[in-house]
């Protein structure tokens, strides 16, 4: 275990789950934004994060995604310091290690267990400098608190709430099945003290009679010694997720809907919320396409981001899914590339310095004139842009918007003569560069800027492009902005999950009072 830190100026609460997807993130939000209408100065925290779904701050530093939709709960700006490790998976066996929002090193799995040990004072002096400026940490753990082949040197689960002496909420997930095994069998694998530390049970994601549920939520009591806090009723929502575990990509039905866009699901898949602004629309279907024969005829295919440029291309062509890809845009199909899928629409990639792959160079899809080459360095900057006015075809609809995102790669791109600018952005000086461009026929674009979609202007004015080539009318209502949907999704959680747990015995539990069950 992490050694205790001495005395905090702040309170804290921990929420553990009983595995991957349970529900922690969303719970943490959700009491991130309580304890602020209720008066206290929160902030969020996890020690170690591992996703492929993060974020650029506005020092140009990069963090988990969920920290950041925490951060916003709490009405903070999200800063490094609520997720000081940051894994980003690259391969099954190796990940890229950010620390502080800085690329550090890339390890093996092999390699974690004499890793962490390294991390602690990363970590606790996060903590501590969290703990001097806010009044409550809300900090969530990682996966399961009961990988008993990872508890040694622990630094994101029971580690962590020793280290910051945290009270303990437990979440288990009713909608997967098996909740009171998963809670009871969890409880069984703790060390004494460590079972001391969970102050209460949350069951998070029900649908139905909660008073069905009452014999057993007294047997899980009784037999655990640990009161349940509440039970969350299921929330739809399209609140930023923390990393692949989604349910989304296995989504098979959509009602009354007139535009088809296709995302292809790329192996290391990153930043797959770039879309949800688009699923919100009413009309679009997003659907994400695992294989080259679910493509068909959408009306937009988009190849999204990835860690990992060269070993998903590979597995385009080792599919048929680039061969599928390219006999779309050559039937006049129009195709969007971001980040990692926008490399991959150029000629070539190098990696002479085999950053990113085990091999020199790989030759793209050949749809856009460019080349890319991967060095060492990292791109992370938040970044306005101004849609081109040179690019031609479906893409002329954006033609002179102005929008904000952020840049987030390895490599530079070099841009030939049959290239036209698409996403262009000026700097503090008013210098310009081109992050992004398109084919002459305007049908096939890309770009480096994440948070494309989260502009309603962008969603809407494309949406709108996509219908108009289908003959159908333009969008009557205005499409929320992407910012003020996160907001009214979080307080709507926030209100469920206010009215579903004991909110006077979590306050004895932050406050270090006895509950019983």
Avoid at 86 to 108: C, I
Avoid at 293 to 303: C, E, V
Avoid at 448 to 466: C, E, P, R
Avoid at 489 to 506: K, Q
Wanted: proline letters at 4%.
């Amino acid at each position: 275990m992490i050694e205790g830190m001495g005395k905090m100026r702040s309170k804290s609460l921990m929420i553990q789950g009983t595995a991957s997807s349970s529900g922690k993130s969303l719970i943490a939000a959700a009491l991130c934004r309580i304890f602020r209408q209720d008066g206290y100065r929160v902030a969020p925290f996890k020690a170690q994060n591992m996703s492929n779904n993060s974020f650029v701050t506005r020092d140009g530093l990069e963090m988990g995604r969920a920290q950041v939709v925490q951060a916003y709960a709490a009405g903070l700006e999200p800063d490094v310091r609520m997720n000081p490790v940051l894994l980003k998976p690259s391969s099954d066996t190796g990940s890229q290690v950010v620390l502080k929002g800085k690329p550090a090193f890339t390890m093996k799995a092999r390699q974690w267990h004499e890793t962490r040990d390294k991390l602690r004072c990363t970590i606790r002096d996060c903590y501590e400098s969290l703990a001097a400026e806010y009044d409550l940490i809300v900090i969530e753990g990682a996966g399961s608190p009961a990988e008993i082949n990872l508890k040694k040197n622990d630094i994101v689960n029971m580690g962590m709430a020793e280290m910051a002496d945290a009270p303990v909420l437990l979440v288990g997930d009713i909608d997967r099945g098996g909740v009171f095994a998963s809670l009871v069998g969890t409880m069984e694998l703790l060390e004494n003290q460590e079972k001391a530390r969970v102050k209460a049970f949350v069951i998070n994601k029900f649908r139905g009679d909660v008073g069905l549920l009452k014999p057993g939520l007294e047997q899980l009591e009784k037999i655990c010694g640990v009161p349940v806090l509440g039970v969350v009723s299921w929330v739809h929502h399209a609140i930023d997720e923390e990393d692949g575990v989604t349910e989304r990509f296995n989504r098979t039905s959509w009602p009354n809907t007139d535009i088809d866009i296709c995302v292809i699901r790329l192996p290391r898949i990153s930043n797959y919320t770039d879309f949800l602004p688009l699923e919100a629309i009413p009309g679009v279907r997003v659907r994400w396409c695992e294989s080259s024969a679910a493509i068909g005829r959408p009306d937009l295919l988009i190849l999204p981001g990835t860690k990992s440029t060269i070993g998903d291309l590979q597995v385009l062509k080792k599919s048929g899914f680039a061969d599928a890809i390219l006999s779309y845009a050559q039937r006049g199909g129009a195709v969007l590339g971001i980040c990692g899928g926008f490399q991959m629409l150029g000629k070539e990639i190098h990696d002479p310095n085999h950053c990113e792959s085990s091999c020199d160079k790989e030759s793209g899809l050949g749809l856009l004139d460019m080349l890319t080459e991967f060095h060492t360095d990292k791109t992370t900057t938040q970044t306005q842009v101004t849609i081109s006015s040179a690019a031609a075809g479906l893409f002329a609809a954006l033609n002179g918007i102005q929008t904000t995102g952020f840049e987030i790669h390895m490599g530079k791109s070099d841009f030939g003569p049959d290239s036209q600018p698409f996403t262009v952005l000026s700097d503090a000086s008013g210098r310009e560069a081109v992050i992004g461009i398109a084919s002459p026929s305007g049908s096939i674009a890309g770009t480096y800027l994440h948070g494309l979609f989260d502009s309603s202007i962008v969603a809407t004015t494309l949406v709108n492009a996509l219908r108009e080539r289908k003959g159908l009318a333009q969008l009557q209502d205005a499409v929320v902005e992407r910012s003020v949907a996160l907001n009214e999704d979080i307080d709507n959680l926030a209100d469920v999950v206010r009215h579903s747990l004991d909110m006077d015995m979590l306050k004895r539990i932050v406050e270090g009072k006895h509950v019983a069950a």
